[in-house]
T-cell receptor, first 114, second 114 residues
Framework: SAVISQKPSRDICQRGTSLTIQCQVD?????MFWYRQQPGQSLTLIAT?????????ESGFVIDKFPISRPNLTFSTLTVSNMSPEDSSIYLC???????????FGSGTQLSVL | GENVEQHPSTLSVQEGDSAVIKCTYS??????FPWYKQELGKGPQLIID?????GEKKDQRIAVTLNKTAKHFSLHITETQPEDSAVYFC?????????????FGQGTILTVHP
């Protein structure tokens, strides 16, 4: 399975600010995904990060709030914009193994918004 | 869209006992069903998965069963150990180009008492 590194691992931010989360994979992968896990809750897919094109967002998530970059096959960023306390969550980067069609997760970024 | 229900929300067992977690799904197009284990402060770890052309799959102390007709699948852990204590999530996807687009259950907090 791929090794997925996320930065930062946690952060405390003030409302109205933005935070960019980085995801680095140790091998080239076609598909990368960003998930959100609200406190004590399950995981919800935010968007699919497409290399060389705009991200594909799920219902309830918009590009203005969660802009995503995917400049190459090993890296992606998710920005949480104009944060409010409701954005306090764990944000998880995940990649699909090209050979075995399984989804693997990074360790996540725990975000707290005051 | 897909809806995945998971039960129970909490499960407490004695070391050495078996644990069973059940999930139901709504979309008959779903054909890929992974299970993840999440320990505190970590990202979800894939522990076993099953595809719709298989009724049962086993990996050491862990097994998953799938009933496509009834649209439910279950995780079985035998000879539980304290290190099995974690939150377990089931998930479903339609596979194909969407293995990474998972719909997750609500999670089960498993506690194994020594």
């Amino acid at each position: 399975s791929a090794v997925i590194s996320q930065k930062p691992s946690r952060d405390i931010c003030q409302r109205g600010t933005s935070l960019t989360i980085q995801c680095q994979v140790d091998s080239q992968v076609t598909m990368m995904f960003w998930y959100r896990q609200q406190p004590g809750q399950s995981l919800t897919l935010i968007a699919t990060a497409n290399q060389g094109s705009e991200a594909t967002y799920e219902s309830g998530f918009v590009i203005d709030k969660f802009p995503i970059s995917r400049p190459n096959l090993t890296f992606s960023t998710l920005t949480v914009s104009n944060m409010s306390p409701e954005d306090s969550s764990i944000y998880l980067c995940s990649v699909e193994g090209d050979l075995n069609e399984k989804l693997f997760f990074g360790s996540g970024t725990q975000l707290s918004v005051l | 869209g897909e809806n995945v229900e998971q039960h129970p929300s909490t499960l407490s067992v004695q070391e050495g006992d078996s644990a069973v977690i059940k999930c139901t799904y709504s979309d008959s197009a779903s054909n890929y069903f992974p299970w993840y284990k999440q320990e505190l402060g970590k990202g979800p770890q894939l522990i076993i998965d099953i595809r719709s052309n298989v009724g049962e799959k086993k990996d050491q102390r862990i097994a998953v069963t799938l009933n496509k007709t009834a649209k439910h699948f279950s995780l079985h852990i035998t000879e539980t150990q304290p290190e099995d204590s974690a939150v377990y999530f089931c998930a479903a996807s339609a596979g194909g180009t969407s293995y990474g687009k998972l719909t997750f259950g609500q999670g089960t907090i498993l506690t194994v008492h020594p």
